[in-house]
Each structure stands twice: as structure tokens, then as C-alpha cells.
């Protein structure tokens, strides 16, 4: 079993930043490849982006390209997503997730394991 609790979200205004966290207690957390996802009311999860367990390859959505950066610290069971150049489409819910495998990281039914969320609220 690996946990994995998010923090990090909040409001902030369109152009603004955030990073979130992630951290992941139980399994050897470095063994994972890690995810993260978001989900806006009334909408689909969606991949946002992801990261290799050795930290080497990152993978993003067109949306976020450009805009976000996802990082790790195996020493320290944390992977992060820094948000920058933030927009109200942003809007949603973020949620951790770790992938033994790694086979299709973008999609979420890949994911072992989930975070429970944390909200992300951009403002026009």
C-alpha cells in the first residue's frame, strides 16, 4: 500500500502560482512513477502530468505545457507540481497518484494508488 496526501492548493488570481505536494508514505516510494490528475464539476479527471520514478522523464498535458513542472525527491517521498502562469480554466480538483508500472501514464485507470485532493481555485 502506498498513502499519498496532496496539500498546497488554495485561490489565487489568474497569472498567479501554486505548488502542490505530495507525500507518499507505506511502499518504497521511489519505485513509483507518479501522476497527477485534476478534476473540474461536471467534468471528466483528466491527466495533468507525470514523472518517471527515477525523476529522468516528465510528460504533460497540452493544456499545462509550458505552465507547470512536475518534480521529486525520492529522499523525501514528495513529488510536486509548480503552477505557474495560472488561468480559471485551472480551476479544479488536483489529485496525486503513483503507477507501479508505468505503461499508459496518462491515462488514470493505469494509477494504483490515489491521493484524496486538493483544491485549486483560480479567479478571473
Known amino acids: 500500500q502506498v498513502q499519498l496526501v496532496e496539500s498546497g492548493g488554495g485561490l489565487v488570481q489568474a497569472g498567479g502560482s501554486l505548488r502542490l505536494s505530495c507525500a507518499a508514505s507505506?511502499?518504497?516510494?521511489?519505485?513509483?512513477?507518479m501522476g497527477w490528475f485534476r478534476q473540474a464539476p461536471g467534468k471528466e479527471r483528466e491527466f495533468v502530468a507525470s514523472i518517471t520514478w527515477s525523476g529522468r522523464n516528465t510528460n504533460y498535458a497540452d493544456s499545462v505545457k509550458g505552465r507547470f513542472t512536475i518534480s521529486r525527491d525520492n529522499a523525501k517521498n514528495t513529488v510536486y507540481l509548480q503552477m505557474n502562469s495560472l488561468k480559471p480554466e485551472d480551476t479544479a480538483v488536483y489529485y496525486c497518484?503513483?503507477?507501479?508500472?508505468?505503461?499508459?501514464?496518462?491515462?488514470?485507470?493505469?494509477?494504483?494508488?490515489w491521493g484524496q485532493g486538493t483544491q485549486v481555485t483560480v479567479s478571473s
Open positions: 507505506g511502499r518504497t516510494f521511489s519505485g513509483y512513477h
Open positions: 497518484a503513483a503507477d507501479r508500472f508505468g505503461v499508459r501514464v496518462t491515462s488514470s485507470t493505469s494509477y494504483d494508488y
